[in-house]
Each structure stands twice: as C-alpha cells, then as structure tokens.
C-alpha cells in the first residue's frame, strides 16, 4: 500500500497537482460557463507559480493541457455519427487524439520555459512566459492542423464591456495582456522585483494605450441598412442524408424563407448544406432553389455540396455555398477553404498523396479558394460566407476584409454535437471575429445556434438549440475598418520585440555578472 503510494506521489508532484487544478478553472473561464469569464486570471496565475516551482515544468504544462482541454472538449467524446461517421468506435479516440494533440504545444510551452530556466536563471525564464504563451497560442492557430479553440482572449466573452478592447488587441493581444498580469501577480507573491518591475510597467503602459485607442476609434456603423434573415430549420441529420426523406428535409426551408420574406428581408441566409445535393448538376433541386430566390425576390445565400472535374479529368467536390440573385441567378459562389482535418480531408495530402486514399470515414472534400467578399447589387453590404469553424480562425476574417467585406455570415451544421457545450463554444467563438474586425455578422446553423449580432459583437437576434424558425434584423455593414483590422498584430509583434530584447539584455547581465 505504501509503495502505491509512494509511486503516485513521485509520478504527481505538488506542482502538478497545481497545473491539474488550473486547467479545470481555464476551462470554466470559457463558454458555456461565460459568468465566470473572470476566472481565468486565477487559473493562469495558478498555473504560472506551478510551473515557478515545478523540477518538471514540461509535464506539469501538459497535464494543466490535458485537464483543460479533456473538460473544454468533452463534447467530442460524445458526437452524434448518425450518417456521417462510419466507424462509431473511433469517436472517443478521435476526441483523446484531439485532446492529446493541443497538449503538445502546452508540453512545448512547458519544455521552451525549463531549457530558458537551466541556461539563464529563474528569472529570465519567468520574464519569457508571456512571448512564449503568446508564441505557443499563434502555432495552435496555423497550418492545416490548426485549432485556435477558445485560446486565452476567448474569455472576454464574458464582459462586453471591454470588447472595444479586442477591436485594438485581437484575441491574441489580449491574450497577452492576461497571461502577463498573472505574471505579474505571481512575481508579487515571490517578491521578485525584476519581473514585478517589468510585468508592472508593460501592463500599466497597453492598458492605458489600448483603453485611449479604442476611445478614440470612430463608430464603425453604417448608414443604409440592409434586412437580413437566417432561417434555422432544425432538419434532423438523420433525415437530411436519407435519400428517402431529401424532398421532406429541405420543405421547411420554403416555409420559413415564405416568412422572412413577409418580414420584409432583402436576403435570406440558409445553413451549411442546407440543400444535401450537389446543386450543379442537380437540375431538379437547383430550378428549385432559383425559383424560390426568384419568386420572393431576395438574396439567397445557402449551403449546399459542389463538385467540378479537375485537369486530370477527375471530380472535385466542395463544402460550398452560393449566393443567388432575386433572378434566380448564381451571383457568386464559395467553397470551405479551411477544411477540418481528418474529418472533412485527410492533411499534408500536397506532401504526402496517399494520405488521401486513406478511409476513416472523412469526407475528403477539396479546399476551395480563399474568401472574398461578395457585393450585393443596389445596397452598400459586401457579404463574405465563412462555412464551419472558419469562423475561429482570425486570419480567415482578414483575408475576406481585404476584399473589402462589411458583413460576415457564418454558416455550420452544428447538429453532430448534440445538445452540449460544442455549438454554444463555437457559436460564441465566432462573435470574436466581429469585434475584432467590426464587423457584424449573420450566423446560421442547421439546428442552431443562430444569431445576428451589430459590429460591436452583441446579439440582436438569436435562436436557441433545436428550435425551428427565422430571426430577422436590420445589418448596417461596416463603413470603416477597427484598429484590429487595420494594423493587426503588428503591434503585438513590436511589444514582443521589445520584451524579447529587454529581456535578453537581461540574461546577458546576469551570465556576465
């Protein structure tokens, strides 16, 4: 019995248990559990003095990950496969794999901290936490594996009262400002007055620069309003891919875009895959969808599978969506550019071409081109769709606002998570590309949640889980551009360069001293 013991006890240090305990908090910092946004402060400040006084940093910046990441992202563990997913028997490995992964760049985090301590002292180490976190946040963000979900800043989401904030930080830089007031706590209670000194000064300096700015940023607000409505039909996924009951899945959307249409909407938003058919050579379905545009005289932007032959004489297919005309027309069309890994394509195929003929029941759609706004003849919206979780990659956002885009619309088929915490993260998660960029959006989701919310992030209309029906809302695009979408991270980046050369100075002192 004593030597049970003994072995749990050399395997889970005090510090680690410390890092365990600061991942459940992280975890309740962030949506659902939004009333607690505030709790996020504590958990880091935990987890930075674990690791201060960890002989094992790397494995205590793991198991923070795991114990953070294994409760963030229960919801995988528990999706719903119906149709989708052939081999129900990998979904609790696929959600341990997930989990595992993201847990690599935490154990990175935690390594880079120990080598930077062993070389040049404690303090140095503790002085180049902040660029690190922040550097181990941007590598979750990037690459075809990339998975920026709920990352620091995402706690904000709590307070839109300092939402005007993020307009200037980005979810990143505000990510920052986090990670180094815990810092600076931490430094307090081990009385260090170096990191006290330099964690005290760069806080007190971006919060007064951030808070002046985004004061002084004009109302980004439009004059001429466009009316915009989503339409949530609430189609079981069941249903949606049985070629039986097709016809019966896609009636409720001629319903319910009838009653957007007698609310007077100038352009109706339908969810990803909302018509199950490949439109283009669906003739059937397709004079089906152009009708129903035609006759109501609205834009229609819906979700629907594409597909065209490649050079080699081979068919593509797509994750797509259109945007049709009150003629019935095709205006424009976008296909997912950032398809999820080993779910919607196997990754690094452009490195290693037999990966695609790999089958775990992935859909192997091919990536589409980047997204660029699409202009609505006779208004002043310039409307870009982001299909899925697109919507938590920032950079995505970026490449779109450059094409001028003065709304966003999110489609997603958020129905394979069932009722638990995974629509409510990413439907939250979302709302960040709005205030960050200042620019309103239109979410719409098969089985919910479905909102629109103004360039400053909050929800004007909403949908709850599994309700079938239309919100409807007056959208004013956005006529100028945030400090964010402006500038971007250029400004992190310089506040980097110069905590990284101040600190190196540092080191430099003490390895002469």
């Not at 929800?459 to 919100?471: K, R």
């Not at 991270?489 to 390895?511: D, E, M, N, Q, T």
Request: charged share 15%; glycine share 8%.
């Amino acid at each position: 019995m004593k030597n049970k013991f003994a072995a749990t006890k050399s395997f889970l240090s005090f510090p680690d248990f410390l890092s365990l305990l600061a991942g459940f908090m992280a975890t309740v910092a962030m949506p659902p559990y939004q009333v607690y946004g505030w709790v996020i402060l504590p958990s880091l400040t935990l987890f930075i003095y674990a690791l201060s006084v960890s002989n094992k940093p790397a494995k205590s910046a793991f198991l923070f990950s795991v114990a953070h990441q294994a409760t963030l992202l229960q919801w995988l563990f528990f999706l719903i496969p119906e149709a989708s997913i052939s081999y129900r028997w990998m979904i609790p490995m696929a959600g341990s794999l997930v989990v595992a992964y993201v847990s690599l760049f935490y154990l990175l985090f935690g390594l880079s901290y120990r080598i930077i301590r062993n070389r040049f002292g404690g303090t140095v180490a503790l002085l180049s936490m902040p660029v690190l976190w922040v550097g181990m946040e941007l590598l979750r963000s990037v690459g075809e594996m990339g998975f920026p979900w709920c990352l620091t800043g995402a706690s904000s989401l709590t307070f839109p009262q300092i939402f005007p904030m993020v307009s200037v930080t980005g979810e990143l830089g505000l990510g920052f400002l986090i990670f180094t007031t815990a810092l600076f706590i931490v430094s307090l209670f081990k009385k260090n007055r170096t990191v006290i000194s330099f964690c005290g000064i760069t806080v007190s300096l971006l919060l007064i620069i951030t808070v002046f700015v985004a004061n002084r940023q004009p109302p980004i607000h439009g004059t001429d309003s466009i009316r915009i409505s989503a339409v949530q039909a609430n189609v079981s996924l069941k249903d949606k891919w049985d070629p039986e009951k097709v016809d019966a899945s896609i009636e409720p959307y001629t319903l319910l875009t009838a009653e957007a249409v007698a609310d007077s909407a100038e352009m109706i938003v339908w969810a990803e895959t909302a018509v199950p058919a490949f439109l283009r050579y669906d003739r059937e379905k397709l004079k089906w969808i152009k009708s129903l545009a035609d006759s109501n005289d609205v834009f229609l932007y819906a979700g629907f599978p594409d597909a065209s032959r490649n050079n080699d004489g081979d068919m593509d297919r797509f994750n797509g969506s259109g945007m049709f005309t009150p003629e019935g027309s095709i205006l424009a069309r976008y296909s997912k550019h950032h398809l999820l890994p080993f779910g919607e394509r196997m990754p690094f195929q452009s490195l290693i071409p037999w990966l695609g003929k790999m089958d775990f029941g992935q859909a192997e759609w091919t990536p589409g081109n980047k997204p660029e706004g699409i202009a609505i003849p006779g208004t002043d919206a310039v409307v870009s769709g982001l299909i899925c979780f697109e919507s938590i990659f920032s950079s995505l956002v970026g490449m779109t606002e450059k094409s001028g885009t003065n709304i966003l619309v999110n489609i997603t088929n958020d129905g394979w998570f069932g009722k638990r915490a995974g629509p409510v993260q990413h439907a939250e998660l979302a709302r960040l590309r709005s205030v960050e960029y200042g620019i309103p959006l239109v979410r719409c989701a098969n089985n919910g949640m479905s909102y629109i919310c103004d360039n400053k992030g909050i929800i004007i209309e909403e949908l709850p889980l599994y309700v079938q029906g239309v919100i409807t809302a007056d959208v004013f695009p956005a006529d100028r551009k945030s400090y964010f979408a402006t500038h971007g991270y250029k400004p992190l980046l310089i506040v980097l360069i110069g905590w990284i050369f101040a600190s190196a100075v540092l080191a430099f002192r003490r390895k002469n001293a």
